[in-house]
């Protein structure tokens, strides 16, 4: 079973910056691609970014001026740098671990999902 714990949420000012960390895989992070969703009141689960083991990644359209995916490989971490925070991007931000298929659409039987960490943008 591979355990995902996010962290790095909390409340920030409009403009503002945060960076968010998602650790757990062990040794399988060496293989499985990675990445990161986010869920908003009332809205459905929203794909942000993914990166493979090797760096090839995918960051959502929605985000891509803002918001960078950074994957240290040997600290077995995934980061998601997080800048210009608006108020609509206030939501529960999650990391998964799986197939590149997987984690990019969120549908698949062996992805693995961290808890979430929330994210509050606000003045």
């Known amino acids: 079973q591979v355990k995902l714990v996010e962290s790095g949420g909390g409340l920030v000012q409009p403009g503002g910056s945060l960076r968010l960390a998602c650790a757990g895989p062990?040794?399988?992070?060496?293989?499985?691609?990675m990445g990161w969703w986010r869920q908003a009141p009332g809205k459905p689960r929203e794909f942000l970014a993914a990166m493979t083991s090797n760096g090839e990644e995918e960051i959502a359209d929605s985000v891509k001026d803002r918001f960078v995916i950074i994957r240290d490989n040997p600290e077995m971490k995934l980061y998601l740098q997080m800048n210009a925070l608006k108020p609509e991007d206030t939501a529960v931000y999650y990391c998964?671990?799986?197939?590149?298929?997987?984690?990019?659409?969120?549908?698949?039987?062996?992805?693995?999902w961290g808890q979430g960490t929330e994210v509050t943008v606000s003045s």
């Open positions: 062990g040794v399988a992070f060496r293989t499985l691609v």
């Open positions: 998964n671990a799986g197939t590149w298929s997987g984690v990019t659409t969120g549908t698949s039987p062996t992805l693995h």
